[in-house]
Nanobody, 123 residues
């Protein structure tokens, strides 16, 4: 059973940076498509995703500010977030799946989810 556990959420000021981490167990990370989603009051939205070949996809709202990466040796997924804005405030979730198409970043495509880590950006 694949398990993912997020960490790294914090409270920062506008313009600050954070790096989220997601530790993978139960499968080799190299076999997994993975993504970061976030949820403020309302719908859960895809933020960034990476496939098994290292191809990435980003939501328009975070392009140029966020970077997703995966260290298959360490079994860790990262989300480097810079130039944070108050609208980035949300619970951030790590998700994994063996076959998810990253172009869509649809939550229903991912089978394995973490419990979330809170990111709060104050103005």
């Amino acid at each position: 059973q694949v398990q993912v556990v997020e960490s790294g959420g914090d409270s920062v000021q506008t313009g600050g940076s954070l790096r989220l981490s997601c530790v993978v167990s139960g499968s080799s990370a190299s076999r997994l498509c993975m993504g970061w989603f976030r949820q403020a009051p309302g719908m859960r939205e895809g933020v960034a995703a990476i496939d098994t070949d290292g191809n990435t996809n980003y939501a328009d709202s975070v392009k140029g500010r966020f970077t997703i990466s995966k260290d298959n040796t360490k079994q860790i997924l990262y989300l480097q977030m810079t130039s944070l804005k108050p609208e980035d405030t949300a619970m951030y979730y790590c998700a994994a799946d063996f076959n998810a198409p990253i172009a869509a970043m649809t939550s229903q495509d991912f089978d394995y989810w973490g419990q979330g880590t809170q990111v709060t950006v104050s103005s």
